[in-house]
């Protein structure tokens, strides 16, 4: 299974980088995603890397904030985010997809974690 960890209460403007955990057959070679759920709202993606992170996608909302990277060697996938904002407030995800296609589709995942909550205050 995944574990995520990181997660905390910080002020707009703040950094903080997620870490998932997971075995390697639970990565599977395949991508793996990070998303996000807000209190009363629907699941959303924040970002997916390849097997092995020559490619990665990101949502809009956070193009240019976020950082995803992985580390193979130690079974770890990270999500740095940089310029917080209080609307990125929400629990994060990360989880294994069941294809080799960078998707954006939570449908695709399986795997999942537990869930790391970030708090943003303004």
């Known amino acids: 299974q995944l574990v995520e960890s990181g997660g905390g209460l910080v002020q707009t403007g703040d950094s903080l980088r997620l870490s998932c955990a997971a075995s390697?057959?639970?990565?599977?070679?395949?991508?793996t995603g990070w998303f996000r759920q807000a209190p009363g709202k629907e699941r959303e993606f924040v970002a997916a890397i390849t097997w092995t992170g020559g490619s990665t996608h990101y949502a809009d909302s956070v193009a240019g904030r976020f950082t995803i990277s992985r580390d193979n060697a130690v079974n770890m996938v990270y999500l740095q985010m940089d310029s917080l904002r209080p609307e990125d407030t929400a629990v994060y995800y990360c989880?294994?997809?069941?294809?080799?296609?960078?998707?954006?589709?939570?449908?695709?995942?399986?795997?999942w974690g537990q869930g790391t909550l970030v708090t943003v205050s303004s």
């Open positions: 989880a294994a997809a069941r294809l080799s296609v960078l998707s954006s589709n939570p449908d695709e995942y399986d795997h």
């Open positions: 390697a057959r639970t990565f599977s070679a395949y991508p």
